[in-house]
């Protein structure tokens, strides 16, 4: 299995930047797709992006496309995402997680494991 920790979450101003990481554990990090999602209260999970096992493949929900990069460096286990410019509308616990099919993949459903969330709060 995999497990998966995410860090780099907080407070910020609207048009503010931040940082996610998402460290996994074990040796086969690099044989997983990774996605981040985020939850708002009373919405459904959505995918803000995913990146296939090398990097050459990313997506990106239009919500945040243009304001949000996510990449990866396997050699240290890690998943990010950068996020600028960050709006209100923004504020949710954010989630990765890893699916070890090819290609990337937009539903939850297929995502393997999760990490816990780490809450992401944007003020006016």
């Known amino acids: 299995q995999v497990q998966l920790v995410e860090s780099g979450g907080g407070l910020v101003q609207a048009g503010g930047s931040l940082r996610l990481s998402c460290a996994a554990s074990?040796?086969?990090?690099?044989?997983?797709?990774m996605g981040w999602f985020r939850q708002a209260p009373g919405k459904e999970r959505e995918c803000v992006g995913a990146?296939?096992?090398?990097?050459?493949?990313?997506y990106y929900g239009d919500s945040v496309k243009g304001r949000f990069t996510i990449s990866r460096d396997n050699a240290k286990n890690t998943v990010y995402l950068q996020m600028n410019s960050l709006k209100p509308e923004d504020t949710a616990v954010y989630y990765c997680?890893?699916?070890?099919?090819?290609?990337?993949?937009?539903?939850?459903?297929?995502?393997?494991?999760w990490g816990q969330g780490t809450q992401v709060t944007v003020s006016s």
């Open positions: 997680a890893a699916d070890d099919v090819a290609g990337v993949t937009t539903s939850p459903a297929l995502y393997d494991y």
């Open positions: 074990g040796r086969t990090f690099s044989s997983y797709a």
């Open positions: 990146i296939s096992r090398g990097g050459s493949i990313t």
